[in-house]
């Protein structure tokens, strides 16, 4: 792949964004912390603040320990009595933090608990060796703060990946849905500014660093997630899962997977499943919408009032709600819907997307963020411009009419995802790393020069 990328779609000369590759033989870090203080690896996805970030977070540390690059996670300790260290997989060890009361703390009132934090941070450093670990690498804002003070102590660079960003969330809101506060844009600004490699997802959302927060093209390095090919496949296919998950073998069945919160936009599933039925009655005896997840820290976030909706929109009949379920589970629900619908307003990339795509399940998706690099319009699924419920109504209505085309395009889909594995992530990752040590060390030089 090429070192840079040229942006599009800019009116000005286009600053290059880094491609992450061509730095073998320079020495990659032995030891990195990663900090994801408002979400632990060791949390199940789908509930609560957990999400796509854990499962990256996890996947990425774990395919960076079997390059030889050990990771140690500091998040925060939600519950008493957990063990200071959890080895996570080998080479990876996760460290819980105490910082502020184990339960009840919403993400929004984390900020306060960051000096504590950061405390638990410095203490963990202060009993190894000098130069322990070669590399800070934060996600999300709140992370940041911490791995910004932590880097300048140690001495080391600072990757950071923002994972969502307060201006892009303000610039699309969902309605009903809160507002980012300012002190996370002040945040992020001195984050971007303050890191010596900034990882994007999607040549976008490079864009969006530096339109939004003016961040150094030459910081910018773009490193797609990956997913985890071996547990998100086909495997025996949509009948043998449906009859696992009793579900009827003939139905249509869109399914919406993640968290029940305005940004993921569920309610807009539900307008369109209902539009789909008005015009054709003779659904309601072959449509099942199963929801997958739990509510999220946000705004009108509760499952009742999806569940309200429903009964409104007189399809109480034929919506069912899960609880989040483990990866394992959620692959069987990726194999057994006819599609997998994302009408988001908002998302960095859109993991979801890629592993229901790799389980061999078409997405109808927005048009939003990196949802347009994770699904390949008209081949491996639809996305859809806005938000409107008619025209997500007229998509799985190509599904309805068509019973085929969710097996032709479930195995394009498949073919699709095949690119975006872990590995591949990793070692982009690791090349950032590389690069971001090298940039420190000299820049130290002519400091010290």
């Keep these: 792949m090429s070192q840079y990328v040229s942006r599009l779609g800019s009116s000005r000369a286009a600053p290059r964004i880094r491609f992450p590759g061509g730095f073998a033989g320079h020495r990659r870090p032995r030891r990195v912390a990663m900090l994801s203080v408002h979400t632990s690896p060791l949390h199940q996805p789908g509930t609560g603040d957990a999400g796509g970030m854990n499962v990256y977070i996890v996947e990425l540390a774990k395919r960076l320990a079997a390059i030889n690059v050990e990771v140690e996670i500091f998040t925060r300790a939600t519950t008493g009595g957990l063990p200071p260290t959890v080895e996570l997989a080998p080479g990876v060890l996760v460290r819980h933090v105490d910082a502020g009361p184990y339960e009840g703390l919403a993400k929004e009132e984390l900020p306060a608990q960051l000096c504590a934090f950061t405390h638990g941070v410095m203490q963990a450093w202060a009993g190894q060796r000098p130069g322990y670990y070669d590399l800070v690498h934060s996600h999300y804002w709140l992370s940041g703060q911490v791995g910004w003070l932590a880097a300048q102590r140690w001495g080391v660079p600072l990757v950071h990946a923002m994972h969502t960003m307060a201006k892009v969330k303000n610039a699309a809101l969902a309605e009903g849905d809160t507002p980012e506060p300012a002190a996370r844009v002040i945040g992020e600004t001195q984050i971007v500014h303050a890191s010596d490699r900034l990882i994007a997802n999607t040549a ?238 000299r820049r130290a030089r002519s400091h010290h020069g």
């Design 204 to 441: 976008g959302e490079g864009d969006e660093l530096i339109r939004f927060y003016e961040a150094d093209p030459a910081s910018v390095a773009v490193v797609h997630p990956g997913v985890n090919l071996e547990r998100f496949r086909p495997g025996d296919g949509r009948a043998a899962a449906r009859a696992r998950l009793g579900l009827p073998q003939d139905a249509l069945i869109p399914l919406f997977a993640g968290r029940i919160q305005p940004l993921k936009a569920p309610d807009v599933l539900l307008r369109a499943v209902a539009v789909l039925m008005d015009r054709d009655p003779s659904l309601r005896s072959r449509i099942v919408v199963p929801v997958v997840g739990g509510p999220s820290g946000s705004g009108l976030a509760k499952p009742e009032g999806l569940q309200k909706l429903a009964a409104r929109l007189g399809i109480a009949d034929v919506v069912r709600f899960h609880p989040p379920v483990g990866q394992d589970q959620l692959a069987d629900w990726f194999r057994a819907a006819s599609v997998l619908v994302m009408p988001s307003y908002s998302e960095s990339f859109g993991l979801v997307a890629i592993e229901a795509q790799a389980a061999g399940t078409p997405v109808i998706a927005a048009e939003v963020g990196g949802l347009p690099v994770a699904v390949r319009d008209g081949v491996s699924g639809f996305l859809i411009q806005g938000h409107a419920p008619e025209a997500y109504a007229r998509a799985l209505g190509r599904f309805a009419d068509d019973p085929g085309l969710a097996s032709r395009m479930g195995e394009a889909a498949a073919a699709h995802a095949q690119s975006f594995g872990w590995d591949t992530a990793a070692s982009a990752t690791a090349d950032v790393y590389t690069a971001a040590m090298q940039d420190h060390r």
